[in-house]
Structures are given as C-alpha cells and as structure tokens.
C-alpha cells in the first residue's frame, strides 16, 4: 500500500470519542451503560481497565496502579492512555465513550500528545452533582458490596479532592472551548438519561453521529 493510500485508510478509521466526567459516585457508569444500549458505543471506563491491568498476574503496572488508587491519586497519564489505545484498538468499533478521563492536566497534556490526533472528540459529556449526593451513592454503593477498595469515606476525602482542584479545571478548560454537554446528575436515572439523550440526538442532528 503506498503512503497516500495509507492515509487514507488512517483517516477512515478515526475513533470518535465523546469523553465522560463527574465526581465519583455521579452515576456515569450507570448512564454510559444507557448509552451504549441505545446509541452504540463503546464503553471505556479508565478506572475499570486500570483496576483490571493491576488483577492481572504478573502485570508490569499492577502494583503501582493499586498504590495510586488506593491512596485516591491519579495513574500516570501513560499507563491509562496505552491502556485506553489497546482497548479501542482491540474493539472493532469507532464510537467510545470514555469513562473517567481526562481527570486533570496531566491527562489532558498526555492525550494531547499520544492520542487527540488518532480520533475525533465529538464533546464532554459533565455529569454534575453535588459532593454530599455523591459520598452517600459511594458509601451505599461500598456497604451494598461493590467490591471497589476505594469506596470507603477515607478514600472518598481523597477522590473528592482531586476531583475538585484538578478535573473541574479540565472541564471549565473544555467549557471555554464549547464542548461541554452538562447534566444535571442529582435527579434520578430515569430523569437524568432524558437529558443524556437530548445531547445524543443533538449530536446526531449536528451530523456528528
């Protein structure tokens, strides 16, 4: 195949990204399952591929992702993106939501550099609740047997604040850029997946689909 072909081959298969944010317990892993099952994508959830990376016997990056999550601190932003690359590449399919990422600038600076230019980012799907709704969903969450090491209110302390010094500077950084779809997250899933779904057929409509 030579070069202009390949490209074209390339630029056939660009990714379509739309990338999903809250704080912890803000219900996007119930809603992204809602999106995969009525508009097609492909769920990517950062922290499941790093929690599943760290259980695999004899991984390179277990032990290090356990301390990190463990002590609510982000994973080095080269370890999530080759992880979220092998996902999307192994998936057969062009539509992702990604889950969780980026959560601060780190994240954002290392997509930048290994991935932006590999796929489209269609917007910022901003899952927004309050911090006192989002401890008690985890904490319900952790004593109904979640089996998550971090749902626990020590761990939570932490999530919580990173959450709010370095991945709501992510999003007001993509709300100056007007990718932002915001949703009000308090209400219940019902009422919260009427408002995902008039962003989705937005896009739809915008030809982004």
């Known amino acids: 195949m ?86 999307m ?3 057969g399919t062009d539509k992702f939501l ?22 489209k980012l269609l917007f910022v799907l901003f899952f927004d609740c309050s911090l006192e709704i989002c401890t008690d969903r985890c904490l319900s969450r952790g004593a109904a047997g979640s089996g998550r090491s971090d749902d626990n209110l020590e761990s939570l302390k932490k999530r919580f604040n990173t959450y709010v010094n370095e991945t709501k500077p992510i999003i007001e950084h993509y709300e100056q850029i007007n990718l932002v779809k915001r949703v009000d997250a308090s209400k219940t899933q019902e009422d919260v997946f009427e408002d995902v779904k008039a962003a989705f057929v937005d896009m739809e409509s915008a030809g982004d689909n």
């Open 2 to 87: 030579n070069s202009a072909k390949r490209l074209l081959k390339i630029s056939e298969m660009v990714h379509k990204v739309v990338f999903v944010l809250g704080g912890p317990g803000a219900g996007k892993g119930t809603q992204c399952q809602k999106i995969v099952d009525n508009f097609g994508f492909k769920h990517l959830s950062a922290g499941d591929l790093l929690r599943e990376e760290r259980q695999k016997p004899g991984s390179e990056y277990g032990e290090l992702i356990e301390t990190y999550i463990r002590e609510g601190k982000i994973v080095p932003v080269d370890i999530t993106c080759s992880l979220l690359e092998r996902a």
């Open 98 to 119: 990604i889950d969780g990422f980026p959560r601060n600038q780190d994240n954002l600076d290392g997509w930048n550099r290994r991935v932006a230019e590999k796929v």
């Open 89 to 91: 590449r192994e998936s």
